[in-house]
């Protein structure tokens, strides 16, 4: 089985920061991307930040500048810097990975359970 584990949601005040953080874990093969989406209540989940396990990474346009995506390939593990954060970026986080799990042939899409990011004004 292959578990996504989010951490690094909470409260901040627009300006701050936050580091969200997540580990892929289970009988993987290969990591091929990792990266976040989001979902504010009453709006459609949206793609946030996508990074390959090369390095390249692509941002959504409302994010871009003030968030940074880096992936530790040793460890699983994704990180998404936010910096100056706003209101309207207040949504649940979902962690994504794309990966082939030990068993299978083929890569499959994963996610996590999600974490809760609000920003207050």
């Known amino acids: 089985q292959v578990h996504l584990v989010e951490s690094g949601g909470g409260l901040v005040q627009a300006g701050g920061s936050l580091r969200l953080s997540c580990t892929a874990s289970?009988?993987?093969?290969?990591?091929?991307?990792m990266g976040w989406h989001r979902q504010a209540p009453g709006n459609q989940r949206e793609l946030v930040a996508r990074?390959?396990?090369?390095?390249?990474?692509n941002y959504a346009d409302s994010v871009e500048g003030r968030f940074t995506l880096s992936m530790d390939n040793a460890k699983n593990t994704v990180y998404l810097q936010m910096n100056s954060l706003k209101p309207e970026d207040t949504a649940v986080y979902y962690c994504?990975?794309?990966?082939?799990?030990?068993?299978?042939?083929?890569?499959?899409?994963?996610w996590g359970k999600g974490t809760l990011v609000t920003v207050s004004s």
């Open positions: 994504n990975a794309l990966l082939t799990a030990s068993t299978n042939w083929y890569g499959m899409d994963y």
């Open positions: 289970g009988s993987i093969y290969s990591i091929h991307a």
């Open positions: 990074i390959t396990s090369g390095g390249s990474a």
